[in-house]
């Protein structure tokens, strides 16, 4: 049985069925002068605010009025997907919504399509260099073809991306009215793993060990050496939750982006997302979106078997020595993305 289905049948809930009448939802995001609109507004899909493309149909309207059967199908767990988002936001409003707008810096992780009127958060550490190079096809008229040519350092050079942070402020909106917005998720302290072992345990990243390492070490390890200190290259894991739930560490700085919570990157509850991708589906996710813009024919998700993956076995070897008190502190700082995108407490966790 394919993951989809599994998700579905776990969520013991009653699906709002997509049907041909269906209608869209979208946010406006006003900033600094006036408050923040509710978060779920209801649209005619193919009211005059949607900028199709000419000759065809927005990805907003293949979304929410398929015109496959297939697709039709498909919409049903993606709106489920966007049904638990909203939920836990209005249940969680007072730690969801801490802010009642968001600044253009908010934006900066926002990659957006003007030619497939498609917009992406981009998350580190799910699948977002390979995501990030098919926004350099799609958006490049022609520049790049094949993404896997791209190589991975190139697909981060902010200047190849155009961020909604770069328009203004009425241009902004329109976007996020008109554009079809999605992001990808994965398990939260899988994610976080897959960090760790990325910033930490590979030599090659020196910036990461002296920007990071040497703080952490300096601050939770006892009888450090001065090459520990100055190197900052053999973080443990305990060291790096410890430096994570330290309440000191957010007052000081924003998470770095590859830990940081989703619900931060992304917003999910200030901005309405019209599809949530998850890492687990990430193939069959990444070929509906591509599907949905009209590009699916010509155009796959790249895809390619990596050895080396943080997997949930993994991460379950990697809490193993990390005391109890921490691992419910830990938990507590990523709540909200366990509940907002359905996961369950790993089960080898031990929460006080």
Known sequence: MKPALLEVMRMNRICRMVLATCLGSFILVIFYFQSMLHPVMRRNPFGVDICCRKGSRSPLQELYNPTQLELSNTAVLHQMRRDQVTDTC?????????RRVLTPNDLKHLVVDEDHELIYCYVPKVACTNWKRLMMVLSGRGKYSDPMEIPANEAHVAANLKTLNQYSIPEINHRLKSYMKFLFVREPFE????????????????????????K??????????QEALRRGADVRFEE????????????????????????????????????????????EDSNYVLRLAGVGSYLKFPTYAKSTRTTDEMTTEFFQNISSEHQTQLYEVYKLDFLMFNYSVPSYLKLE
């Open 191 to 214: 994610r976080l793993v897959s960090a760790y072992r990325n910033k930490f345990t590979q030599k090659y990243n020196t910036s990461f060990h002296k920007r990071y390492g040497t």
């Open 90 to 98: 209005r249940a969680n409003s007072a730690l969801s919504r801490k």
């Open 240 to 283: 790096f939750v410890a430096y994570l739930i330290d309440p000191h560490t957010q007052r000081e700085e924003p998470f770095n982006e590859h830990w940081q919570t989703v619900h931060s990157l992304c917003h999910p509850c200030h901005i309405h997302y019209d599809l949530v991708g998850k890492y687990e589906t990430l193939e």
């Open 216 to 225: 952490i070490i300096r601050r939770q390890r006892k009888n450090a050496t």
